[in-house]
Each structure stands twice: as structure tokens, then as C-alpha cells.
């Protein structure tokens, strides 16, 4: 690679990193617009079943925004994220992001519950005239816990 090509990737995975941190605090502080933000306009959020298939698609601004703001009614939480695994070819790149998500479920007044999901993300990047944003990001659930507690 020349030293042209070099610092564009150097530059693009800091920018993906900005982006994963940006996802995270999105999220986390239940800022719908800001977290749909960080997708394409026509970007996707995808969950899976337990046997790794697709389960759920949120596409575009208004259905990310929707699913930010429906399950941060009922879940409160920090994301953990990992070390990005990041490839860059000049205005796409993909990668993989490991996570915990550490919440807690507000249901009733009766009891307390807490959980945390891992897991990682497999995501597609495309950088566009307002940066990087991500195009397709695949959530693969690994280890889930929940524990509820009583108030007494």
C-alpha cells in the first residue's frame, strides 16, 4: 500500500471507532435520533434467533428510531464494547465488534431485574458525505443472563 492508502485506513478505523463510541452512548442515554444517526439512511439493525438466522430488521431513520425508543422504555443499560476488529477498502469496510450490554428491566415495583447479554456484531460500514456510518449491523447474541430480585 502506498502512504496515501495507509493513512486513509489509519484514518477511516479511527473514524469507525468514533462511530462505535457514538453507538454506544446513543443508545445508552436513549437518544433515538442520535442512534439511528449513526446508520446509513437506508442502514439496517439486525437481530437474530437462537438458531443464528435473522430474526428481527429495523431499517431506515424512522424504524431505528422507533426500536431505540420502544425498548429503552423498558431496559436501561451500558454497552462494553471490545476491540473492533475493522477492514477498510477505500469507502466500504466491514467488521466485527464484541460486547456486553449490562441492564435492567423495568417491569414492576414489586422486583428488580437485572441482565447482561454478549455477544458481538458482524457490521458493514460505508463512509459518506457525513462520514463513516454503518450500512448493516448484525447482532449475534451468545451468553444471556437475567436475575430478578425482590423489593421488600
Not at 500500500?1 to 446513543?26: F, G, K, N, P, S
Not at 426500536?67 to 429503552?72: A, I
Not at 415495583?109 to 456484531?121: D, K, L, M, W
Request: proline content about 2%.
Amino acid at each position: 500500500m502506498t502512504l496515501e492508502e495507509r493513512v486513509h485506513a489509519l484514518e477511516a478505523r479511527l473514524d469507525i471507532l468514533q462511530l462505535e463510541a457514538v453507538y454506544a452512548r446513543t443508545w445508552d442515554t436513549a437518544d433515538a435520533p442520535g442512534w439511528a444517526g449513526v446508520f446509513t439512511a437506508d442502514g439496517a439493525f439486525v437481530l437474530t434467533g437462537k438458531d443464528g438466522a435473522p430474526d428481527r430488521r429495523f431499517e431506515g431513520h424512522d424504524a431505528l428510531a422507533r426500536f431505540c425508543v420502544d425498548v429503552n422504555r423498558r431496559y436501561t443499560g451500558l454497552h462494553f464494547m471490545h476491540t473492533t476488529e475493522v477492514h477498510v477498502d477505500r469507502s466500504t469496510a466491514h467488521g466485527r465488534m464484541y460486547f456486553e450490554f449490562k441492564y435492567v428491566v423495568r417491569a414492576d415495583a414489586a422486583s428488580t431485574s437485572q441482565g447482561v447479554e454478549s455477544g458481538y456484531y458482524d457490521v458493514e460500514y460505508a463512509c459518506t458525505p457525513d462520514g463513516w456510518r454503518m450500512r448493516e449491523r448484525v447482532e449475534h447474541g451468545v451468553l444471556s443472563h437475567i436475575a430478578t430480585f425482590l423489593d421488600l
